[in-house]
């Protein structure tokens, strides 16, 4: 019998978000900004655009003047302004982007007008045809019309992203308040567990898959990351490795394995010796050892560390980090909704459900109107000429998710989370869940890069 209570994820998720905090602000540059978290509101200190700015390529103009030819008194390029006001009977040539000069109230763009000779005026002298009346505003970016002085742009809280690092720059906020990146350190731990380098195998060996994968993982949730290597099944190394882990002022150390039921699953007991265990057993498959502690180090104030135990099985630690860990680093580095997002999904094959615990499916989403070609969904889903011509008419109505399964969910096989970018939650009961039911799954990477479907993607009719 274990030792500890199975809890459901859920639980398990509530537990941990309740123990983490964001941490402090730090100042960065612009240039790291990507991916963090603003700590305080952004504001514009001034307008955009600075001043009135043409829209067009053509000449700046007394909107009431109407049409007909007048002389070019002088240029308005963006960046450089001639020092000439317009008065009425008079027009200055203007590019997109450059300051309006005093006096006019208009632009219109140089295809609504002619250049015109010049008949025995002054040498040089320039003269244009208007052919088009101009509004008053017409083609003009009043100042401030993108944005006002004092305008809130950014909030505290918000992620920055590619657009909002332009908008930074454009505000002129180089150095920025952010949360700071949370330090993970990743340790794997087991006898037969080498270094991926290793070739050949000796006998009982396996290559670590885990510690490469969990420092990718936490990388790419903009984590600082130490890795702290692999420790053998004794006492003694592990307890090296977590002082190494405290030594780093680690906010957060990953381990995998050791955490089940056997003589060596030693991560447990040092983690009860050394700190609180909060959960130790939790009601999913897989990963359902996973363990999370934390420790209060007294020689460093009293900071906290977290712990989190993942269960060896490569697949096991990958479903664990992406469904506990991952939203307790976003909410360390700051994020307000941590939380892994769902969509509906349409299964395209049979799952045998698990009686005993709910299961997180490995899948690829595709986004499409019928289900993917080969699937024994699509066997049922009616022939793809139908679709194809009932899709002519309809454009994007009957698109939705397609899952498709990744394959034998084993947890030792890594190539059920190849090109997964959803868990399933498939619900706990007997028998089997038909295809073309309807599940919720959990996004755990970019659908940007999700597969394009036999004949494209469609788009709204009339582009
Ligand atoms: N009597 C019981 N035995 C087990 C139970 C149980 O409830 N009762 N639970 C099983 C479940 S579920 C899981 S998951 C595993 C987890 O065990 P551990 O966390 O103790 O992990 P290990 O035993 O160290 O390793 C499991 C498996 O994974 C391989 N492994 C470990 N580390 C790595 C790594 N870094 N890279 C690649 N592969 C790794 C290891 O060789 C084992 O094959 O326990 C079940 N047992
Ligand atoms: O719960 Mo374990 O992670 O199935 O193999």
Redesign the pocket.
């Known amino acids: 019998m274990?030792a500890y209570k199975m809890i459901s994820i859920p639980e398990a998720q509530d537990i941990v978000l309740s123990l983490t905090q964001p941490l402090g602000a730090v100042t960065v540059g612009l240039a790291d900004a990507l991916g963090r978290v603003l700590a305080e509101d952004v504001k514009a200190p001034d307008s955009l655009p600075p001043f009135p700015a043409s829209i067009k390529d053509g000449y700046a103009v007394v909107a009431s003047d109407g049409v007909g030819e007048f002389p070019v008194i002088g240029e308005s390029r963006a960046g450089r302004l001639d020092d000439l006001p317009v008065r009425p009977g008079t027009v200055a040539y203007i590019t997109t982007g450059a300051p309006v000069p005093p006096g006019a109230d208009a632009v219109v763009q140089v295809e609504d007008t002619e250049a015109v000779q010049p008949a025995g005026g002054a040498a040089g002298e320039r003269r244009v045809r208007i052919n088009k009346a101009a509004k008053p505003g017409q083609d003009i970016r009043p100042v401030g019309s993108d944005i006002t002085e004092g305008d809130l742009v950014l909030r505290a809280g918000e992620v920055v992203g590619v657009a909002e690092v332009g908008i930074l720059a454009t505000v002129g906020a180089v150095q920025l308040a952010v949360h700071a990146a949370p330090k993970v350190a990743v340790l794997?731990?087991?006898d037969?567990?080498v270094d991926p380098a290793t070739r050949p195998l000796g006998q009982g060996q396996?290559?670590?898959?885990?510690?490469a994968m969990l420092l990718a993982a936490a990388a790419r949730a903009g984590a600082q990351v130490v890795d702290l290597g692999?420790a053998r099944?004794a006492v003694g190394q592990l307890e090296g490795c977590l002082a190494a882990a405290i030594e780093q002022r680690a906010d957060v150390l990953i381990t995998?394995?050791?955490?089940?039921?056997?003589d060596?699953?030693l991560?447990k007991p040092l983690l009860e010796r050394q700190g609180t265990i909060h959960f130790g057993r939790v009601r999913m498959?897989?990963?359902?050892?996973l363990t999370f502690a934390t420790l209060s180090i007294a020689e460093q104030g009293g900071r906290q560390m977290m712990v989190f135990?993942?269960?060896?099985?490569?697949v096991?630690?990958f479903v664990c980090f992406n469904l506990v860990v991952l939203p307790a680093l976003r909410k360390l580095a700051g994020w307000q909704r941590p939380e892994l997002r769902r969509v509906a999904a349409c299964l395209t094959s049979d799952i045998r459900l698990d009686p005993e615990r709910p299961e997180y499916h490995r899948a690829t989403l595709v986004w499409s109107c019928e289900p993917p070609p080969g699937t024994a969904a699509a066997a049922t889903h009616g022939s793809s000429q139908e679709a194809a011509a009932v899709e002519g008419e309809k454009g994007l109505a009957g698109f939705q998710f397609w899952a498709v399964s990744t394959g034998n969910q084993i947890?030792?096989r890594?190539l059920s989370a190849r090109s997964a970018n959803a868990l399933l939650e498939i619900p706990c009961d007997s028998g089997v869940l038909r295809a073309g039911s309807v599940v919720s799954a959990l996004l755990i990477d970019d659908l940007g890069l999700m597969p394009v479907p036999e004949g494209g993607v469609p788009m709204t009719p009339g582009f």
């Not at 394995?257 to 056997?262: H, K, W």
């Not at 498959?285 to 050892?289: A, R």
């Not at 135990?309 to 490569?314: A, E, H, K, S």
Request: no cysteine.
């Open positions: 274990s794997s731990t087991g037969e567990v396996i290559r670590d898959a885990n510690r692999v099944d995998s394995g050791g955490v089940s039921m056997g060596r699953d991560v498959k897989p990963g359902k050892p135990g993942l269960p060896g099985n490569p096991s630690s947890s030792s890594l």
